[in-house]
């Protein structure tokens, strides 16, 4: 195959892609518009000492637990749940997420018995086979139910 027919292939290959993400998009629904107080939000908190002394974790492996706690774990486990269904279901880049810092393993344990507490659904992720907590992702809640009791902690930078 020359390089000129593998181009056009790749091409072809785009744009089937690009008309089958049309048909297939999810419809929106409800009427939660971006930068409301309806607005969903995913709370996501991280371990910030993870990349630190002793612990040297990198980058890519901090990332991947957060993912694997907001995506897998807490929208999976509730995927009958309202919100995740209106979550899921928001314009293509509506999905909104906030990652915020959690200073230590204490600190992430805390807030996860602070959200038990007070009912609110959320999946802590343990890493295996070592048994660290690292992050926690609650399930998507408009911002005027969530940001409050969460207000105390910074973001992740």
Known sequence: MS????????SDKREDNELEKTKSAPK?????K??????LIQYIVVRK????KPLKWSWGSVISNACHAASVAV???NF????VQKYITQAHGQ??????????????????????DLNIVHYLWIEEPEKIPTCLAVCPLPKKDIQPILKSLKLFR
Not at 28 to 32: I, K, L, N, Q, V
Not at 80 to 83: F, K, R, S, T
Request: glycine share 6%; aromatic share 0%; charged share 25%.
């Open 3 to 10: 390089t000129t027919s593998i181009g056009k292939h790749l």
């Open 28 to 32: 929106r629904t409800g009427d939660a």
């Open 34 to 39: 971006v930068g409301t107080s309806m607005a």
């Open 49 to 52: 000492d993870l990349t630190k």
């Open 75 to 77: 929208i999976s486990s």
């Open 80 to 83: 009958d749940n309202p919100n």
């Open 95 to 116: 999905m909104r997420k906030v990652t915020l810092a959690a200073p230590d393993c204490e600190a992430l344990i805390t807030v996860a018995k602070m959200l038990k």
